[in-house]
């Protein structure tokens, strides 16, 4: 079945049905549509899944995504248009610019925790780029196009064996790996989205009350199973205890004296994660929480304190309502410890001191960073979102989801006229037509906007009347025939 659903988006593809942009747009809408008119039961599913308040699943997928495909929609036409680029001598009267151009079939594989906008938001701009895609395939989306698998393991290998223009996977390194080297057999391009330990550095220097009230919710939204979410705290011990008890009385205001009756309390996905989780916390005393019942998959908002760094809880991404607090000298010791592991998907910084702002960001690296919060840096679509080394590689959102899933094609149309210009890159060669050659092909001659364009054509036409003026005056003047001679030999 795979197989013959690429086939036909491959089909469609060719005959150049998804190119138009009024045809995107039309697809985009139909989205949007849908997105509308079904939140209802999207919210009942995610209640239905992990327990998810009604209202967080439009705060945390919904709204971004009607976003999303407004902007798409809205700026569509300016993302496909040619961009005009710099020119030399040698092709000052022809056309130069980059064409974005549909990639081809792609391949869209996203994930659980958050399955609306980790699948539908790569899908926006691949519809906007004219790409035709697996998944998904949606009421009034074409089906040809945009087809649809619901599986796991299997289908996703069957899927994989298949030939796509580019694949774009959310989820963890392990299955990444698989799926770059799945990749790697077609020399097919990917995108991945995936995860790691982001670390949380809290400086002495900041209104702890604030910052403990944005990093729990960060950490504990979704039951922790946010790819962006704090993964561990490092600080000074000198503001340990008052940053947990920041968090215990952050907690208390968010779900209650009894997190498991708190309808803003999510749930873990299934067993198998519940049990990773709970082997994690092995051998650890909670600060705060700690509690959890299996038959609920209930794990509560959980603090650990004094984290040696060798700890299990500091090996694997932990996914989950864990948070360990790490106790670091000082701003040198916590930029060392952040740079002696992977690279983050992302990095948060509290702090109300510039210097130390200045460094965090100067000297160590993410995929994203975000000062005195967490997770907002996702929110915003002009900024690409997407790791760095074991974290990821490329990037979505907005127009940067749109670059993704374009190939940028460079395109140079040249007239056949000015063939005495051209005439210095011809053989025979010698020395003057060297210096000529390497005069003509410097670059940038011209920025090509179009304002700048015109004001060089301006300035050429006033300088050549000007010499052609001075030229004539100075013939009339006589005496100077011999000199003008001259000048016009060496320009030849």
Known sequence: MEKQAVQRAREAFLAGRPRPLEFRVQQLKSLQRMITDRQGEIATALKQDINRSQYDTPLFELIGLENEISLAVSKLAQWAAPRPVERNLLTISDQAYIQPEPLGVVLIIGAWNYPWALTLQPLVGAIAAGTPQRPPSLFLLSCELYPVVCGGVSETQELLRQRFDHVFYTGNSTVGKLVMEAAARHLTPVTLELGGKSPCYIDKD?????????????????????????????????????????????????????????????RIINQRHFNRLMTLLEGYTATVGGQSDSSQRYIAPTVVKDVPPQARLMQEEIFGPLLPIVTVSDIDDAIHFINEREKPLALYVFSSNKKVIRRMLAETTSGGVTVNDVIMHYTLNSLPFGGVGQSGTGRYHGKHTFDQFSHHRACLVKSLGMEDVNMVRYPPQNRQKARRVRLAMRTPLVDFSRKTYIWAVTATVFAFGLFVTLTAILLIAGGLNCTCWRLWQIWR
């Not at 919710?217 to 011990?237: H, R, S």
């Not at 940053?243 to 968010?254: A, N």
């Open 206 to 266: 900041v209104d702890l009350r604030v910052a403990c009230r944005r990093i729990t919710w960060g950490k504990f939204v979704n039951c922790g199973q946010t790819c962006i979410a704090p993964d561990y705290i490092l600080c000074e011990p000198s503001i340990q205890n008052r940053v947990v008890e920041g968090i215990r009385q952050t907690l208390l205001e968010f779900y209650g004296p009894d997190p498991k009756s708190s309808p803003d309390y999510s």
